[in-house]
């Protein structure tokens, strides 16, 4: 159980274009999932929160209109990324919340090659 | 000050050893603590999770918690080289998940 999945796992795009990522919980609702940005060798970095049905809530310093976040349904979440440049390039990861109180079930991540 | 302080590493021990991951971390207000094991390109996966002072064990995986000492641990029993990974510390107090930086281990055979 616990299952979380990403679409695409990777994507090289032009300069410019936009990119979105799926994240879905497959066997569990998910009201609140969470976005992340990885750097190689460091740890995670929560972008943004996003609840159901709601507006998503950016950590301080990271550009809502650059990264949208769309959280149609209990399973699925998207982060939309706009106008890619090549700094935009890493490792995205979404995570789900879980039952437990804190818990969250992360993908397996997209990797993001912007050139 | 970082509100969790996770032990850099990287680790290299010898298949078969006991391994100890140890974070330390300020925030009175963080209840739930998590380990989550992170192989190289791919998402965490999470390991173990407690959320009371003492010791929980599952399979070669015991988690320790002290709250009064503010000081979690990871241990791992009859290491393999499976287990060569990143090991990520979390902690919360209901919603945001803080991460340690991660320490890198590496068992060889």
């Known amino acids: 159980g616990a299952v979380v999945s990403q679409h695409p796992s990777w994507v090289i795009c032009k300069s410019g274009t936009s990119v979105k990522i799926e994240c879905r919980s497959l066997?569990?609702?998910?009201?609140?999932m969470f976005w992340y940005r990885q750097f190689p060798k460091q740890s995670l970095m929560l972008m943004a929160t996003?609840?159901?049905?709601?507006?998503?809530?950016?950590e301080q310093g990271v550009e809502k209109d650059k990264f949208l976040i769309n959280h149609a349904s209990l399973t699925l979440s998207t982060l939309t990324v706009t106008s890619a440049h090549p700094e935009d390039s890493s490792f995205y990861i979404c995570?789900?919340?879980?039952?437990?109180?804190?818990?969250?079930?992360f993908g397996p991540g997209t990797r993001l090659l912007v050139l | 000050q970082k509100e969790v302080e996770q032990d850099p590493g990287p680790l290299s021990v010898p298949e078969g050893a006991i391994v100890s991951l140890n974070c330390t971390y300020s925030?009175?207000?963080?209840?739930?603590f998590m380990w989550y094991r992170q192989y190289s390109r791919k998402g965490p996966e999470l390991l173990m999770y407690?959320?009371?002072?003492g010791n929980k064990e599952d399979g070669r995986f015991t988690a320790q918690v002290d709250k009064s000492s503010k000081y979690i641990s990871l241990f791992i029993r009859d290491s393999q080289p499976s287990d060569s990974a990143t090991y990520l510390c979390?902690?919360?107090?209901?919603?945001?998940?803080?991460f340690g930086t991660g320490t890198r281990l590496q068992v060889f055979p």
């Open positions: 995570s789900a919340q879980g039952q437990s109180p804190g818990t969250q079930y």
């Open positions: 066997d569990f609702q998910a009201t609140t």
């Open positions: 996003s609840n159901e049905g709601s507006k998503a809530t950016y």
């Open positions: 925030n009175s207000a963080f209840q739930y």
């Open positions: 407690t959320y009371s002072s």
């Open positions: 979390a902690m919360t107090p209901a919603d945001k998940l803080i």
